[in-house]
């Protein structure tokens, strides 16, 4: 088995390009985007480059920059992956607070450490394997532990718990941080380096137990620790970007605290133990000697750069994460980055299909924009709005009935409407005082509604001048949807209301009944216990918690569709409310399983006859669940295991055989409906 050549043959064929099809859930036919990226890591020999990511662990080849292939999909929730050296396994850490080691001969995964982390911040954000691969650490925020893996994955050789840990003890302010608590093994392996306080190192033997020193003094939290190929030496970086070098037998210095321009620094040893150091600027990374002061080279890349970016082992090369979540590789000797891998993505927060369901738009977080999709081939054609760091926190968007028009919430209070054909900017809306603006065109494309705090504007989309001003409401509006005649439109808030709206007029038609219970038991639908339980009052202690996230109107215009929830009581006060659209009468409340939390991703099929609840994940469970409901009976009619964490928006192709789900994970997945429903 030590002989056995590893990786190669786990990976994909190089032929096998389809990335869109790997590794999918059941029901899934194509998956847009990679994941939200979390970690980047070399192979030891620098041929393979490992990337952690919200749905799985991606290896690339470094040569080609392709991708060889797609690990961990189950879960996935990933912070970091890393290899042991002789490259025969690779570990990994997640949100969950579990350490998994991967046989890199089948891709399996054949070890699973909970690693005794009992705090509220339980992600694992580094994994260590010593040179021997015998031992693997684990450590994050407050806590490291060290195990001898291969013989005992439950009971670790050291631990270290800090006791109440502050998190601003561990910040430093106006610097970009990333990942607490960093770990280190010595080259020889015996050595174990672990943060034990703000500005404390401790050096533990491992063959003992016992520790060897601590290195105090440090001028800031610590962020990055790297032992030197000798094991004599051991390079600390703080946050802020000041490097050092200890002597570890002698306790003292050899290499003064240096601070870097850039904000950030990364480490790295050559093989013949030169420290170089990349220092990491707003959009350029300056890679220099670090005991010698020596600049060996810069290099640009394509947009502000992420903390996910690393050197290779000897310090040859060097992974870079940029806006918008591109990676680019810089290589000893080259007079530019390797061509960036652009496929990873920040949450999905929502999807619209145009185009008669030929395209696809997914909105994201952040500077990703609004990415357009071609269905058919599942590969980008473009993104609007034009990317800056002005709108860096845009979120919500809305297409106009004609197609023709986006309307991008900025970020910072301001709406912008882009003509799309021409990736012109067509006008800009500035009233909004508060960022978080939600957004609605009319069916007939006359109006656009825009919701901000506890204000909503009415605007004549020909002239872009506003109509009304709604104010009833004293929470922040969350979603907005219209009737299909265009006359009506009906808004949610924070503020545990619902109103249904003249947009004519701009006057308040009536407010949407939320009874806290239903006098007519027969109206609920769902496990007999539950409707028990909530019919006798069991969710009133949540009452003034619970609120509207998301609303929709059936297709023909009869029933109005809400997800009622609250951001506590994880597994409670989860309903799915139906109103007739005339009467505003409570039709019936749906009352998903327990283990189904926040169901606010809501969407009717074209036909009327289905309605589809995407929910956000909660502990227990390895993905969060889409549900189709029938609307007559509020039976539950399916369910696909879906994203590895929360379901932020669920839409149907216009002839109803495809649906899209947008996710926190960073991708889109499209479903077939056809052995589901009677499309």
Sequence with gaps: MENRKPLEQALRPVEDTDITTWELPEGAIGRLGQGGLRGVEFSPDGVYLA???????????????????????????FNVVTFSHDMHWIATGDQDGIVKVWDTQNGQCITKIDWGSTRRHDDVFHVHFSSDGQHLAASGFGHSAVYAWRTNSETPLVSFTLEDPKLDDYRKKDTDYDRHFPIAFSSEGNLFASVSAPDTVTISDLSTGEDVTNLTGHTAPVHTLLFSPCGKYLAGANLGATVQVWDIQNESLVMEPTTYDGGRVRLAYTTDGVLRVADIHHNKVVVSDALQEEKLDVFETVGYIGRASRFSNDGTQFAVCSTPDDIEVWKVGRTSTVAPLSGFKSAAYSVAFLEEGQTLVSNHWGTMGKVFWDVASRKTQRALPPLTERNALQRDMALSPCEGLLAVDTGDANIEIWHIASETLAAELTEHERRGITLAFSPTGKYLVSSG????????????????????????VV????????????????????????????????????????????RYRGEPEEIERVSNGGNLRWKRNQHMESIVFSPCGTLIAGGLGTWYAAGL?????????????????????????????????????????????????????????EVATGEHIHTFWAHSTDVQDVVFSPDGTLLASGSFDGTVLLWDMKPVIDV
């Design 51 to 77: 990337v952690a990511t919200e749905i799985g662990f991606w290896l690339y080849d470094t040569a080609t920059m392709a991708p060889r292939a797609l690990w961990g999909t189950e879960r996935g929730m």
């Design 453 to 476: 705090s506890n204000e909503s504007y009415v605007w004549d989309v020909a002239l872009w001048e506003k109509r009304h001003s709604l104010t009833e409401q004293t929470g922040s």
């Design 479 to 522: 979603d907005i949807a219209f009737h299909p005649d265009g006359q009506r439109f009906v808004t949610s808030s924070r503020d545990g209301t619902a109103r249904l709206w003249n947009v004519e007029t701009g006057e308040q038609v009536a407010p949407l009944p939320l009874p806290d219970v239903l006098e007519d038991t027969t």
């Design 573 to 629: 006060t989860n309903e799915i409310r139906l109103w007739d659209t005339e009467t505003l009468e409570t039709r019936m409340i749906i009352l998903p399983s327990q283990g189904t939390i926040r169901p606010w991703a809501l969407t009717f099929s074209p036909c009327g006859r289905y309605l589809v609840s995407g929910a956000w994940w909660c502990s227990g469970l390895d993905k969060a669940p889409i549900r189709i409901w």
